[in-house]
T-cell receptor, first 115, second 114 residues
């Protein structure tokens, strides 16, 4: 299965600033997924990023707040813009892979705290 | 739409106790089912999976059987260890619906005491 390198692993940011999270995959993948895990909650899909096209956002998430780049088949970034304490969460990227239908591999996550 | 429901936590057990974490799902297609584990301070790792009815997924002593008749995928382990303390997520992926996206349950925190 694919190996994902995600960074930063954690950060503490000031309110009103932006943070860009990077995910690098060791193989070419068509789709990359970005999830948010709020404290004590399950994972919620933010958006799906295909190379060469605009990301597709889930209900409740918008491009202005969470712009995504997908410049090639092995890399993607998620930016959390104009942060507030409510954005404090773990953000994870994911790709399909694992040799079985519907299998996904996850990055180790970025633990974001907004103060 | 598709959904996953897990038993609420936290679950606290003594070492060597039997573990069951219930998971039921709703899906209009034929989903694949997964258990993911999140150890403290780490990202998600796939624990086990089953892709069709009556399949049994197993890994590290954990097992779960895909029961279509009861729409369930309960996680079991005969003897838990302190190192099993983590949050466990049940999830489904249905290619026929929602484009194969993973739908997660709310997670169940397991704490194993020595």
């Amino acid at each position: 299965s694919a190996v994902i390198s995600q960074k930063p692993s954690r950060d503490i940011c000031q309110r009103g600033t932006s943070l860009t999270i990077q995910c690098q995959v060791d193989s070419q993948v068509t789709m990359m997924f970005w999830y948010r895990q709020q404290p004590g909650q399950s994972l919620t899909l933010i958006a799906t990023a295909n190379q060469g096209s605009e990301a597709t956002y889930e209900s409740g998430f918008v491009i202005d707040k969470f712009p995504i780049s997908r410049p090639n088949l092995t890399f993607s970034t998620l930016t959390v813009s104009n942060m507030s304490p409510e954005d404090s969460s773990i953000y994870l990227c994911s790709v399909e892979g694992g040799g079985f239908p519907g299998g996904y591999t996850f990055g180790s996550g970025t633990r974001l705290t907004v103060v | 739409g598709n959904s996953v429901t897990q038993m609420e936590g936290p679950v606290t057990l003594s070492e060597e106790a039997f573990l069951t974490i219930n998971c039921t799902y709703t899906a209009t297609g034929y989903p694949s089912l997964f258990w993911y584990v999140q150890y403290p301070g780490e990202g998600l790792q796939l624990l086990l999976k089953a892709t069709k009815a009556d399949d049994k997924g197993s890994n590290k002593g954990f097992e779960a059987t895909y029961r279509k008749e009861t729409t369930s995928f309960h996680l079991e382990k005969g003897s838990v260890q302190v190192s099993d303390s983590a949050v466990y997520f049940c999830a489904l992926s249905a290619l026929e619906n929602q484009g194969g996206k993973l739908i997660f349950g709310q997670g169940t925190e397991l704490s194993v005491k020595p």
